[in-house]
């Protein structure tokens, strides 16, 4: 660790890999992990399950698009998504401040209770804690979620070959953009609107018209280039990117070229990459596009033999540059 103490940059990112594979893996799975995936799958004599865990410390509470229930409700769910799992049961435990209107908490429940309602999900258990004013930032959430795996479908990180195609679900930025602007109070990007959405039923269309997908992954912290780099080194590949492929909405480009971000590092909550085989591209892309939530999807480049970075980009003037992830969290308390 090149810290003594957690610093925020550990938050995602390669400070979140960093404090993973050296402070948290070691004290918690001496014996080493495996691919990591957005859920563990595990087996009931005739059924195949998923389980994720997640907390949600977003700031402020409430945003254009979302809150932070419906945000801990969608990424519970889209987490069993990615592993092409339906989810069927959540626990929701609650860190209250002091201080904390009332009427508030019941609004943000209510939010998250309609995420679930909205995707049959039943919540299944809790709890609820309060500290002291001045130690949560209103509330803090942490969900967890089980899932029943769609049979004959086998996703994981490492399944990348060099051949397949990477699609984009839509357009990227939106979540951290709009978060941003509402916490910073940025007029130039008042428009924007979270694109945070439970991702189960497109998911769930994109698997049914190219079943031999290989791997999905919801592109929040980190954005689509922490994603990338994420499952090119699990797959050990390399993939190539074309700028000028990716969907970028404006009010995110804005945003980006006055503030000197990278669409390709900033949050989502509603958008996801597959790595499919390239005979199943255009069906997945088909599928994707007739969704309403993917009606911008794109197939944005292919996967390569290993090379010296896990993911290139190929600019919209011609060039070629790697595309890492970000060093930290430069968008810290967006989920």
Do not use: W, Y
Not at 270 to 299: C, K, N, T, Y
């Amino acid at each position: 660790m090149t810290s003594a103490t957690v610093r925020m940059s550990h938050g995602s990112g390669k400070g979140n890999k960093e404090l993973l594979e050296t402070v948290v893996f070691p004290a918690l799975i001496p014996g080493g992990v495996g691919t990591l995936e957005d859920a563990f799958i595990f087996d009931i004599p005739g059924r195949r399950f998923a389980f994720t865990t997640d907390s949600f410390v977003v700031s402020p509470l409430e945003f254009p698009g979302g809150d932070i229930g419906k945000l801990a409700a969608c990424g519970t769910i889209n987490d069993l998504a990615m592993m092409a799992a339906k989810p069927i049961l959540l626990s929701v435990a609650l860190v209250l401040e002091e201080g904390l209107d009332l009427q508030l908490l019941a609004k943000m429940l209510r939010s998250l209770s309609a995420v679930c309602s909205s995707q049959g999900v039943r919540i299944a258990c809790g709890d609820t804690k309060v500290v002291d004013k001045g130690k949560a930032d209103g509330m803090f959430i942490t969900a967890s979620g089980i899932g029943i795996v769609k049979v004959g479908i086998s996703l994981s990180a490492a399944n990348a070959k060099p051949g397949d195609a990477v699609l984009v679900s839509g357009g990227i930025g939106l979540h951290g953009i709009t978060v941003l602007s509402r916490r910073a109070n940025l007029h130039f990007a008042s428009s924007a609107v979270s694109d945070c959405a439970p991702l189960f039923g497109i998911s769930d269309a994109l698997l049914s018209a190219a079943p031999f997908t290989r791997t999905m992954r919801d592109a929040t912290r980190g954005g689509l280039a922490a994603v990338l780099c994420e499952l090119a080194e699990s797959s050990k590949v390399c993939i190539m990117i074309r700028e000028d492929a990716v969907p970028v909405p404006a009010v995110v480009r804005g945003a980006c070229a006055f503030l000197g971000m990278d669409p390709f590092h900033v949050a989502n909550e509603g958008r996801f990459a597959a790595i499919v085989p390239p005979e199943q591209a255009e069906s997945a892309l088909a599928a994707l596009r007739a969704h309403p939530q993917g009606r911008d999807a794109a197939i944005i480049g292919t996967v390569a033999g290993p090379g010296k970075f896990p993911v290139l980009l190929k600019t919209s003037i011609g060039g070629t540059r790697p595309l890492e992830m970000p060093p930290g969290d430069i968008l810290p308390r967006i989920c």
